[in-house]
């Protein structure tokens, strides 16, 4: 009998101009920030009502959860309280945060004081694909791999997740900065072993500007 691990199943990054899943060029554009999101979002067909109301952040998560699961994700293999979100970033939702207090000099917009914390994010990701399970969002000066690893193994050493998708998306001005990884328990050693090593090379690659 095979003994259950912990492996990174699929990886995307998103910066500098393209969307890169386990090290293939999936997108690229000379657009910045939302315009090349909105790009994207209509060039791999993501389909998701939401989108043109999101903010930046959930925008860009939206994408890059599109791009992760595709072809990597089997809902039908998992109970919905079994697949968590574990997310953070620098910048927490300063977009919505500025854009919100722009707005509300004169009239205090609902549409976009829903954005004004970053784990709406979360939400948005957990109605679209089922996840259930336990989520989190938190806000640190940069990517810890080491927090990561530990807070994810945590959960599915309880029990408490059989699938996370986690990782870092940071929002500043036109600068997207997204790694998501597809993380499972199972016993079939496909993908790369779960491990803070793994996660920093995969967050640290360099494709160039």
């Known amino acids: 009998m095979k003994k259950t691990g912990i492996y990174i199943k699929a990886a995307i990054l998103l910066r500098n101009g393209r969307i890169i899943k386990d090290d293939v060029v999936i997108f690229r554009s000379a657009e910045k920030g939302v315009l090349f999101l909105n790009e994207a979002y209509e060039r791999l067909a993501v389909n998701y009502p939401r989108f043109y109301k999101m903010d930046t952040l959930s925008k860009m998560g939206t994408v890059a959860a599109a791009v992760l699961l595709k072809d990597s994700f089997d809902p039908a293999a998992r109970q919905p309280d079994e697949a968590g979100i574990v997310l953070s970033n620098r910048n927490a939702s300063i977009e919505?945060?500025?854009?919100?207090?722009?707005?509300?000099?004169?009239?205090?917009?609902?549409?976009?004081?829903?954005?004004?914390?970053?784990?709406?994010?979360?939400?948005?990701?957990?109605?679209?694909?089922?996840?259930?399970?336990?989520?989190?969002?938190?806000?640190?000066?940069?990517?810890?791999?080491?927090?990561?690893?530990?807070?994810?193994?945590?959960?599915?050493?309880?029990?408490?997740?059989?699938?996370?998708?986690?990782?870092?998306?940071?929002?500043?001005?036109?600068?997207?900065?997204?790694?998501?990884?597809?993380?499972?328990?199972?016993?079939?050693?496909?993908?790369?072993?779960?491990?803070?090593?793994?996660?920093?090379?995969?967050?640290?690659?360099?494709?160039?500007?």
């Not at 699938?163 to 997207?176: A, E, P, R």
Request: net charge negative; with cysteine; proline share 3%.
């Open 96 to 209: 919505a945060d500025a854009q919100y207090w722009e707005a509300s000099q004169e009239y205090p917009s609902p549409a976009l004081f829903v954005y004004t914390l970053p784990n709406i994010v979360i939400g948005e990701l957990s109605i679209r694909y089922q996840f259930k399970g336990e989520n989190a969002f938190f806000v640190s000066e940069a990517f810890d791999a080491e927090w990561l690893h530990w807070y994810v193994t945590d959960l599915m050493t309880r029990n408490l997740l059989k699938t996370c998708m986690c990782g870092w998306l940071d929002v500043f001005d036109d600068q997207l900065d997204a790694c998501l990884f597809l993380v499972e328990s199972d016993t079939s050693e496909t993908g790369s072993t779960f491990t803070a090593e793994n996660l920093k090379s995969i967050y640290n690659k360099n494709y160039g500007k």
